[in-house]
């Protein structure tokens, strides 16, 4: 049931650096090998269905501005079919080998969960249909637990026992379709699970029901045989003032409080870090160190405006941080590169689309050519091993294999004359070395 919304637009080529056809990649091809892998293989780029088919470019001041010439702007099931196959041939243009959507973006809320469900089958058998025809496969899936009124206090952390109640089967049936299309994982997004004011919040029982609430899910998803990861996609604010699940550490600490860190691992967004205060370079650290770096929302936020603007990322410097993490962390399979991303409000034909996740892929596929080839250098690497030197033996090894205590090291200590040298952190030269690759 192939589609035909963009006539104009043939299947997006590797072209070169040197070329100047904007529907081409000039560092994105998908079969070039880099460190025994293909980039398509490293890089495992995903497409969101509710930032590109199903936002209209509103923003809190004005009206949607998108032309999208496919949608007759009507909430029923039909043209959700329809939107459907023009998904398909807008992520098979584009070379996407993943997507990932959110229950109510790919199908209409109806007047009850009995007839939500009903009309989530009727697109999710097109979905199906679709990755068969094309081999395009889910990246995860997730519901959407905060656009509708009844979560105004939010899902699983609402006062309201029947929302939480509400919630929990709306995630069922959402965790029963991800594994009906093979979803590589599921994600959890906390949209209003956090509070507007303290002065009418029981904090310790919101993050308790939040707790049962993913508990209850893994439970759910043993019970179906859902084999792919969970993962919670941390973010501070927006739109709640604070966000339980704030940032890689607090997402951390909380699966470790409940028990949970076997179930899950992190789903990252740039702009999620940078609203909690950190790069995203340090979320990804953060979580790897904990073995728990799952997948990227990549995106970019902009330094003028302090809210989540979710931009396509062009900036080579941070692709490249993101891919230095990745690339340490052995890959991000089975997560992936996902573009939660939207093109802006005065971007608002339908070859914008293109034109926003051309120059993310291409972003990316710098930073990771950029990365391996910092790391086939070997400079950097040698440079921070060498740092930790002074741990590879004697008192250093000692204490990191637990065979010194207090005493043992002032001993140590006082049986010295005076310390090992200090050597320079390199910052500035470190700083240059990175710029040679970019
Ligand atoms: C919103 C989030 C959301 C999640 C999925 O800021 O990024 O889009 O990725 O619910
Ligand atoms: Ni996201
Ligand atoms: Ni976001």
């Not at 973006?105 to 089958?121: F, H, M, R, W, Y």
């Not at 770096?293 to 900036?315: H, V």
């Not at 991000?332 to 971007?347: C, L, Q």
Request: with cysteine; proline share 4%; net charge neutral.
């Amino acid at each position: 049931m192939a589609s035909e919304a963009f006539p104009k637009i043939k299947k997006i080529r590797y072209e070169g650096p040197d070329s100047k056809n904007p529907l081409a990649f000039r560092y994105y091809d998908e079969n070039e090998i880099i460190e025994g892998k293909t980039m398509k293989e490293h890089l495992r780029f995903s497409v969101v269905y509710w930032h590109t088919f199903r936002n209209g470019l509103s923003d809190p001041f004005g009206l949607p501005t998108a032309i999208r010439p496919w949608d007759d702007g009507t909430d029923s099931v039909k043209n959700a079919q329809k939107r459907a196959v023009v998904a398909f041939e807008f992520f098979e243009k584009l070379g996407a080998p993943f997507y990932a959507f959110h229950d109510r973006d790919v199908a209409p809320e109806g007047a009850s969960l009995k007839q939500s469900n009903k009309n989530l089958d009727a697109v999710v058998k097109v979905l199906k249909a679709e990755q068969e025809r094309t081999g395009i496969k889910l990246l995860w899936g997730t519901a959407c637990l905060f656009a509708h009124p009844r979560y105004m206090h939010g899902a699983a952390t609402s006062c309201n026992a029947d929302v939480f109640a509400y919630a929990a089967a709306q995630v069922k049936k959402a965790l029963e379709v991800t594994k009906e299309l093979n979803g590589e994982g599921y994600v959890f997004w906390g949209g209003r699970e956090g509070y507007s004011t303290l002065l009418n919040t029981n904090l310790k029982r919101e993050i308790d029901h939040l707790g049962r609430f993913l508990q209850l899910a893994v439970d759910y998803k043993k019970k179906i045989g859902f084999k792919g990861p969970f993962y919670i996609e941390p973010k501070p604010k927006e739109p709640t003032k604070h966000q339980y699940d704030s940032d890689a550490a607090a997402c951390l600490n909380f699966l470790r409080e409940y028990d949970l860190m076997d179930h899950f691992k992190l789903n990252l967004e740039t702009n999620h870090a940078t609203l909690a205060g950190h790069t995203m370079h340090h979320e990804l650290e953060v979580a790897a160190a904990a073995g728990a770096l799952g997948s990227i929302d990549a995106n970019t936020g902009d330094p003028m405006l302090g809210w989540d603007t979710d931009q396509f990322p062009t900036d080579v410097y941070l692709t490249t941080q993101c891919m230095l993490s990745i690339l340490g962390n052995g890959g991000i399979a089975p997560g992936g590169v996902n573009f939660d991303a939207k093109v802006r409000r005065e971007s608002f034909e339908p070859i914008d689309l293109f034109h926003g996740h051309i120059v993310g892929m291409d972003a990316f596929a710098r930073g990771l050519k950029a990365a391996a080839a910092i790391r086939a250098d070997g400079r950097l690497g040698n440079f921070v091993t060498e740092r930790y030197s002074s741990w590879d033996e004697g008192i250093g090894s000692k204490i990191e294999s637990g065979k010194a205590n207090f005493k043992d090291l002032e001993k140590y200590i006082l049986g010295k004359s005076k310390i090992s040298k200090n050597t320079s952190g390199r910052q500035e030269l470190l700083e240059g070395l990175i710029n040679e690759f970019i």
